[in-house]
Structures are given as C-alpha cells and as structure tokens.
T-cell receptor, first 119, second 111 residues
Framework: EVQLVESGGGLVKPGESLRISCAAS????????MNWVRQAPGKGLEWVSS????????YYADSVKGRFIISRDDAKNSLFLQMNSLRAEDTAVYYC????????????WGQGTLITVSS | NFLLTQPHSVSESPGKTITISCTRS????????VQWYQQRPGSAPTTVIY?????PSGVPDRFSGSIDSSSNSASLTISGLRTEDEADYYC??????????FGTGTKVTVL
C-alpha cells in the first residue's frame, strides 16, 4: 500500500525558515516524480513544487520561486521542502503527492502537515 | 498559463445525477489530460478520475469523466448521488509553465 507521511509543520514567524519532510513507503520511491501541493485555510489546492525521479528536473510555482527548495533522498525514501523567508500567505496545509498518470497528475497524497506563519 | 474555472457549489438530492464543469480559459482542454480529485472535509484529496475519463481501482462507476472541445471544458458526472459523495471536487490539468493547474473547486452538497 502506498503511504506518504508528512512531518515538520508548525508555527513560525514571518521571515523564518522551516523544512518539512515526506516519508514514502509501499512503492519504489526512486522511480517516481514527487510533488508538494498546499491548501490555505478554507481555500483551494495550489501546486507548489515538483521534482522528477533522479532530481533531474525541478519546478516551482511563481509564488515560492527563490524562497523554497525541493529535494529528495532516494536512499531514505524521503521528500523535502526547505521553506525560507516565510510569509503569512504561505500559511497552509502542505501535501506530499506522488506523480502519476505519466506526469499529468497525482495519484497518491499524504495527509498533509500544517504550517502557520504568524508573528 | 491558463485557469480552470468550476462552479462554486452544486446541490442535489440522493439518487440524482450531477455534473460539475471545469472550463479552461485558454488553450485546448484536449491538449492535456484532466484529473478530478475528491476532498472530503478534513481529509486529503483522492483521485476519482484520471486521464479525462479513467477511474482508479476502487472508485465506483457512478463517477465518470469527459471532455468537450466545443465548450473547452471537462466534466465530472456523479450518478446515483450518495451522502458519502458530499465533498469538494477539484479538476486539474498540466501546464508547461506552471506545471499543475487546479480548478477553483466545487462544493457538492447532498440534500
């Protein structure tokens, strides 16, 4: 069974940094692209970042480009998102999601981790 | 870049059929596959339709997807509506610049 478990969320102040993680199991992690998607309270889904298998290709939404860094450790079946210069508008539940359907969408999602940016 | 616009909400009685539209603002809806995600309150999204009209295993055949090039939109149809179908539904497609575009979301209420 595919499992994605996010961790590392919490309350941070504007301008601070935070790193969240996603532990994957139940599939060959190294062969899949992985993604981060966020959802602000009461709002819709917003794609944040994607990383291809082998980390060859990395993409960011304009809203986080230059502040967030996605990475992966295939030996540890883990996905990461380093978030710097956090803003109030980054407050959201962050979901880890596996890339599926030949890259056109996401077939499996974690339960999410909440990040609150507030002074 | 393009937007995917959905109706804000849809309500219907149990047993009825509803259709949720997802209209692409520019470029052809047929140029990239559309996925549909269901998100029940307090839960993570799950896929109910992928590649326009395919159902993942475990998703009942009450859920179906289609695209219509004439209206440049995708649709999710839920027939035999059940209380457990009450959720938010999001369409999603692929964009070469913004990678993944999600629709605005539709809240489905089963009366």
């Amino acid at each position: 069974e595919v499992q994605l478990v996010e961790s590392g969320g919490g309350l941070v102040k504007p301008g601070e940094s935070l790193r969240i993680s996603c532990a994957a199991s139940g599939f060959t992690f190294s062969t899949y692209a992985m993604n981060w998607v966020r959802q602000a309270p009461g709002k819709g889904l917003e794609w944040v970042s994607s990383i291809s298998h082998s980390s060859s290709y990395i993409y960011y939404a304009d809203s986080v480009k230059g502040r967030f860094i996605i990475s992966r450790d295939d030996a540890k079946n883990s996905l990461f998102l380093q978030m710097n210069s956090l803003r109030a508008e980054d407050t959201a539940v962050y979901y880890c999601a596996r890339g599926d359907y030949y890259g056109s969408g996401m077939g499996h999602w974690g339960q999410g981790t909440l990040i609150t940016v507030s002074s | 870049n393009f937007l995917l616009t959905q109706p804000h909400s849809v309500s219907e009685s149990p047993g009825k059929t509803i259709t949720i539209s997802c209209t692409r603002s520019s470029g052809s809806i047929a140029s990239n596959y559309v996925q549909w995600y269901q998100q029940r309150p307090g839960s993570a999204p799950t896929t109910v339709i992928y590649e326009d009209n395919q159902r993942p295993s475990g998703v009942p055949d009450r859920f179906s997807g289609s695209i219509d090039s004439s209206s440049n939109s995708a649709s999710l149809t839920i027939s035999g509506l059940r209380t457990e179908d009450e959720a938010d539904y999001y369409c999603q497609s692929y964009d070469t610049t913004n990678l993944y575009v999600f629709g605005t979301g539709t809240k489905v209420t089963v009366l």
